[in-house]
């Protein structure tokens, strides 16, 4: 794969956005190499992403912040530039669950997932040794009630430390408070396991048991400060019948959640996500 | 396809149910053609269906009653026996939306549903012609807050008339009186167009779309008292994405409620669908 | 939906394409609704659909042909230009299986599909009702081997009177000459019940019984000279079991067919499908 | 869990056989768990599995395949007995591509698979470290077109010694011996990575690419002399689309044949699974 820029903007819809970046690029020797865009017509916005090789480009990053900034402020454009070599630091938070953290360590150790992985944080220290056959350094930062604002400190000073971008609460199993929260905005995924809005909140298997539905489902989503409530990146689900007691839930669950998480964190990590109204865009 | 009988066993479990029962139908002649059970370990209780071949059976009707009783009694048994043979007269309640009604009844037509649908009652008019066109008499029962009650007596009267053992609200949008609902208890299967218990209530669609879930459901369920509570027999979910509209929901949704809503009637019908604890058995 | 004008094109990838493109719409005033563009880097092909709001464009029908030719002409372009408020001639050719003619039809009638029915075509009389009670035309030509080429000559004479732009076969079961396709070429749409490459031919259903696998599908596709063989447009699958005989996996997939048909007679009517080396690229 | 015993049957079908195996199990004080069976009408013949609890049971594995050999011949059936305690001996077979074998090492490890994995065979030697943080011995047998006989008698000496009763071939790339197979015969489970019978043989991503299907697939298979041919035991397909190169495919496949795959081996490592007719019928 050739190293790419990616671009990504949100604006209010007008005529001419896709005339003028389009020339724009192609004025600097862009080859693009995929664009996607979409229009919401109810709120009469504008989103895009374009993605073009840099081989023949004429511009580094800070030539193509200087110019593009007046395209951009013509069209009241908010925009993010990133770049395909770029590897984002990233931490996952886990618990004693650990499915989704080993599905995200090989995604990671076969080329899937474009980050580096400088830290683990586990509530429990169970998945230790785990972080270290794929050789993450781990960081046990026991949570209880008493403790919660000190291990929040604790937390942050690690993520600072490591310049951290990205945060993967890969089954964390704990609520991080709205300051935290406000500190990673749009930066930190969850996976919940039930199809929210259902069964937020605690327990969703044994809600779903008890309500006797025939599917079952998971979400990812980027965190804010209302539980189970952020902007909805994924979801997945998977048949049950009356033969499925709550442990078979949990384990056909197991399987939901990883690839449900998993696809999140990568079209993250592919610049693939734009969020507004509460909402993904997510361009495939 | 055979003449064939179907029990269906709803009891406590305890050993030598299976035993039992499969004696007793072998000792009278019974070729078993189904059979499958299931057992709820938490609240003890054991289901069965079974299906068997007619032809050489020794008892009819009123001889298997006679004799399975005292059995049934042993076990604490409630049970129900259904012959194939057998078309039970169904209604079907629809207003302006089309698409479930005439799903059913090409199914129908075809041989997929083993009833009779004597009549076809709407709230609006706009169905009487798709009615004619298969030959199922049309009745024209207006609905509004005033004469709700009234109309209920006039559906009531229809429906008793009929000897009606089985109403299919096909995208009906009204609710039902409890008093309705109690005479026809676990004999009103209705469709609603979400993945219950998410977006429960009126405009499920647009609450998907301002939520942003990334798949969009269809709930088919016994009616209860309580609005979308009853025991779910069946669901289904479509992918959708940020290029969906509103408009978009509802055109893929049709083809979801269609499926999800004829494969409850037709579980029903084949006598397959057991109810406890707000829950189904769904014997497939 | 406003008038809308669709432009697709399909020409050797190279720099500029993009911004040329929209460069010529913005300065004559199109508002863009929708635009999709596709790379294929092995073969060096690049594709487009873009679609604009008609309302404030400067230029006719012939004005946009005779401005846009030395543009598609300086980069090699094929090229088609379609509206959305069109509703190109389309003919349905059926069997004594009805389910996938009746889907169709009713999408029509709600709406869904883009395009007049000028005329239903039976190689049985068992459809006439039906075409009837959806106020169509329906011409019986009876086919067997010996009459085949007459046959095929009556149809292309209905087909030719009345303008037909796009034939679907739903459910025809009627191999068509090379030189009837030949004539249609890329503007027959039919519907394969297996998940083809597998089981193409005949009694895909039986085939796929007796090898014993775990999902059926069906397959829309265009027409070739060769049978089964030609660009697909849409697949999809339903799960099932050793409990299902042949009668079921033929009643399961009917629903297949008609849903895998239908969105290919709408995406092709919305003129979302581009085809190239035996494949088809759908925007959707 | 309860410790239980699950029995397998396979016989022609005919009256009472149902009744004689409960009447078998109750009069020695079995609690039945569970019991499914299957008919297939056209070949005549019986399916069943049947799983009791052995808390009050009063035969031990010799007294019960004494006492119900009689009942067996009468029927002619071919039984087994097995023990959810057992833990059968497991080999898996590798080659450099590790998801399955991670996949099925971790399911085991949480106790999703009741089996033992005493040694991993790998014709490269790359999944050694993975072996080894599962505490699981590695066997590096280098196969080549010269070395293939001798190769195959190193697995075979290996396999024997260990006691090995299930071969998971997970992603090995290697085709057995008609010998080795013979050796095996319905105990070796192999995942072909694409919906079969479609893409049979090599490089089926590569095939499904060129043919422009929308759907990808993987199925997990008994292996026999015939390449690709076996008893299917489980399928499932992703959609694919344009966008998706052949890289794309393999990315998306090996989710695939993870679930296929480990989903085949547990329910071959629960009992559930009959052949016949180069077929299965799988208890679910």
């Given amino acids: 794969m050739p190293d790419s820029a990616i671009l990504l903007i949100h604006c209010p819809d007008r005529k001419g956005i896709v005339a003028a970046i ?5 004025d600097r020797g862009a080859n693009i190499l995929h664009a996607d865009q979409h229009q919401d017509n109810d709120l009469g916005l504008f989103f895009m992403r374009v993605e073009w090789d840099l081989a023949d480009f004429a511009l580094d990053d800070a030539g193509f912040r200087g ?3 007046p395209l951009a402020d013509g069209f009241q454009m908010e925009w993010r530039l990133a770049y395909s070599a770029a590897r984002p630091a990233t931490a996952i938070f886990v618990s004693q669950h650990q499915h989704c953290l080993l599905d995200l360590l090989y995604r990671h150790a076969i ?16 998945a230790r040794e785990l972080a270290g056959f794929y050789g993450i350094p781990f960081h046990f930062v026991p949570v209880d ?5 000190q291990a929040e400190q604790a937390q ?30 749009q930066r930190i995924i969850n996976v919940h396991h039930s199809f929210l809005p259902a069964f937020s909140g605690a327990r969703p298997y044994h809600a779903a048991y008890h309500r006797g539905v025939k599917l079952i489902g998971a979400t990812s989503h980027y965190v804010t400060e209302l539980l189970d409530d952020g902007p909805i990146i994924e979801q997945d689900v998977v048949r049950v019948s009356h033969r499925d007691q709550v442990v078979d839930l949990v384990q056909k669950g197991r399987d939901l959640e990883r690839m449900v998480l998993s696809r999140a964190v990568r079209w993250h990590l592919e610049h693939r996500i734009l969020h507004y109204s509460g909402k993904t865009v997510v361009f495939d």
């Fill in 156 to 185: 942050l000073a690690l993520l600072e430390q490591h310049g951290i971008e990205l945060i993967v609460l890969a089954r964390y199993m704990q609520v991080l408070s709205p300051l935290f929260v406000a500190r990673y905005r």
């Fill in 145 to 149: 009630a008493a403790s919660k604002a």
């Fill in 22 to 26: 389009s020339s724009f690029l192609y």
């Fill in 67 to 69: 110019s593009f900034q």
């Fill in 111 to 126: 080329g899937e997932l474009r980050c580096r992985i400088p830290l683990i944080v586990g509530n429990r220290a169970s």
